[in-house]
């Protein structure tokens, strides 16, 4: 742990002060957005949708916002840095996946929901079963989520601010989530947008920067980069080719195809991503929304390209190196450093520091997303719809909402501590193994199966959770092998990784047989309602005047 | 609307009941309209074939980093190699679908969907 820290906490004391002032900054203006927004709450609608009232370009910068996580920023530049050609994977189909939300999802959902994914659900289906198990799955994926984020943050802004020592670490964790729980009790779905539209917006131009003066440094020559790369990295032409990280063997090749399948269908179902679709006035919205996304996410995964590669040129990223001991994590960081002039130059200060401030912002922003997701989850499917029955007043519910932000802050932070010293890092390709298996069945089957009825849509989203839950606590990633999550003692059976391959098509079997097995027709009724409702936007729910 | 919406407590409960009644005519009204039937197959028939595309396009790229790794390893200019390539291609396709779905979506749905729309509130007071 401690070699981990050594590169950036050696800097000079003036940068430090100046990365510093800048992670300031950033807090300084994100707790002013959320001050201003909280002005503003005053419905449910304001709290959980925003108003609904932000443009599709507004809403698709949140949306890249709340979907480029630190993970995506560091962790996807570092391996490629590492690993070469097989580090960009995973951003192919991060982008592909986008498609789907697209053509199937993001439209019909704004036009048939109202503030949480088990309100499209429980438009045709008994309320209570329907609500509890999508709420159980939005919170267990969220907080999946939200853990991985959480104790990468410690790690992460440890070694940005030079901070060593556990205890430190600790209290960086303890500081994201206080943010975090600030952010969603008091600015809710507005102070959350906004807080990540601004992280959009300066990790964009932070990239464009750094992107700009690495491919100077090779005369905007894309060849001449790999070139570079390639030969530094020492592995020669292999580093440009598939296979230094994925696929070695026959159970490396089908878990990555496993993994690809989560990653194209997992986006489409994750709530964070799907309660995002709320905040715009009608559907015309929310389908820009996802081509402001698509565009941004993917110029951003190609800019990691320029950034991985370069880092992989000009950095050294050899066994006992700096960059190799932080996973990978810390390669754009010190790669601005390079291209703004090197180690000790002013400009190289700067850049540092700035990098270092926008993964902070990346961190904060997507903390605070997830956070508001399960809240509203909470108070909204299961307090108000599944506890109350529905007897609540507006005001109330907003209450619940924000004392369940505190909880599942508290509990987050609670969990990430002691997860400090584990190999967590496959939790974000299990929240997307989950939302591909539990919550894109049941949403496309009731958005496109008339006969689809409630015990399908238990039995799919309970059964998508469950397989893959349990599948991955008896793969190597939890025990068995050296870099398990728990490592003296091994009681894996399942050899791979990524559960997809088969939790995937479980949950959509599981959706036919539970449906079947229901005979419940009833939620046929109102399946006309529901098409019409989600094709032409009659009757959807109308963005508030204020 | 119905359902879920917010209402002001002591609202009658029998012109509750007459508006969820109104609505839910409305709702038939517009689902056996001609318009919604032709709506729903202009939809099917965009998302449906270039869904299956999109698919098959990803999961032959995710089989080719795989199973045919000297054909991805093949150099075309400089060190850029067939792998890179395709990779990137599945970027150009991304950015091409969303496009092309935009401008589908604006010419040959959203008008039929706002006539649908307007009929809807017409028949809701009926």
Known sequence: ?546 | MHLFAFRPKGAVQMSEEVVHDREARAYEAVHEARDFQELKRRYKNFVVPWTIAFMTWYLLYVACCNWARDFMSHQVIGHINVALIFGLLQFVSTFMIAALYGRFANRRLDPLASGLNAKYKRERRR
């Open chain 1, 1 to 546: 742990m401690t070699s981990l820290l050594v590169p950036l906490a050696d800097a000079e004391p003036g940068n430090q002060a100046l990365t510093i002032s800048l992670f300031t900054a950033v807090v300084a203006i994100t707790l002013y957005i959320t001050w201003w927004a909280s002005r503003q709450n005053k419905t449910t609608a304001d709290y959980y949708a925003g108003g609904r009232n932000f443009s599709g370009s507004q809403n698709g910068l949140a949306v890249a916002g709340d979907y480029m996580s630190a993970a995506s920023f560091l962790g996807i530049s570092g391996q490629i840095a590492l690993y070469g050609y097989d580090g960009f994977l995973y951003s192919i189909g991060f982008l592909v996946a986008w498609l789907v939300a697209l053509l199937l999802v993001a439209e019909l959902l704004r036009n048939s929901g109202r503030f949480t994914m088990a309100d499209q659900l429980a438009f045709r289906m008994r309320q209570r079963p329907v609500r509890t198990a999508a709420a159980t799955s939005t919170i267990v994926v969220s907080i999946f989520y939200l853990l991985a984020q959480m104790v990468g943050a410690g790690t992460l802004v440890g070694l940005l601010l030079g901070v060593t020592g556990d205890t430190l670490k600790a209290g960086v964790i303890v500081l994201v989530g206080a943010l975090m729980i600030i952010y969603v009790t008091i600015g809710g779905m507005r102070g959350t947008t906004w807080v990540q539209i601004v992280k959009a917006v300066l990790l964009m131009s932070g990239t464009l920067v750094i992107t700009f003066l690495v491919l100077l440094k090779f005369h905007f020559n894309p060849s001449e980069l790999l070139g570079a790369a390639a030969e530094k990295s020492g592995k020669g032409e292999a580093f440009l080719q598939p296979g230094l990280l994925y696929g070695k063997d026959l159970v490396g090749q089908i878990d990555f195809l496993s993994l690809g399948l989560a990653l194209v269908l997992g986006t489409a179902g994750l709530p964070h991503i799907l309660i995002r679709f709320y905040t715009v006035p009608d559907s015309r919205a929310a389908r820009r929304s996802v081509q402001w996304a698509i565009g941004l996410i993917g110029a951003f995964y190609l800019m990691t390209l320029a950034l991985g590669f370069g880092a992989a040129a000009l950095l050294d990223t050899g066994k006992d190196s700096a960059v190799a001991a932080s996973k990978g994590n810390t390669a754009s960081v010190l790669l601005a450093e390079v291209v703004g002039g090197g180690s000790g130059s002013i400009g190289g200060a700067i850049l540092l520091a700035l990098i270092a401030a926008v993964a902070f912002a990346t961190i904060l922003a997507v903390v605070a997303g997830l956070t508001l997701t399960s809240a509203s989850s909470f108070a909204h499917d299961l307090y108000v719809n599944v506890i109350a029955k529905g007897k609540v007043t507006e005001k109330e519910e907003i209450r619940v909402a924000r004392f369940a932000a505190i909880g599942i802050g508290a509990i987050s932070i609670g969990l990430a501590i002691p997860a400090q010293k584990l190999n967590i890092a496959f939790l974000v390709a299990l929240a997307f193994a989950v939302a591909a298996s539990a919550n894109l069945p049941a949403l496309l089957y009731n958005l496109f199966w008339k006969r689809f009825n409630t015990s399908g849509a238990v039995w799919s989203i309970y059964g998508g959770l469950i397989s893959a839950v349990v599948l991955v606590i008896f793969s190597p990633v939890v025990s068995g092998s050296p870099t398990s999550m728990i490592t003296d003692a091994d009681f894996s059976w399942f050899p791979l990784s990524n559960p997809g391959i088969v939790s995937i098509p479980l949950g959509f079997l599981l959706g036919v047989v539970g449906t079947y097995l229901g005979r419940d027709k009833s939620s046929a009724n109102r399946y006309n309602e529901l098409s019409v409702r989600a094709l032409t936007g009659a009757g959807a729910e109308v963005a508030s005047k204020h």
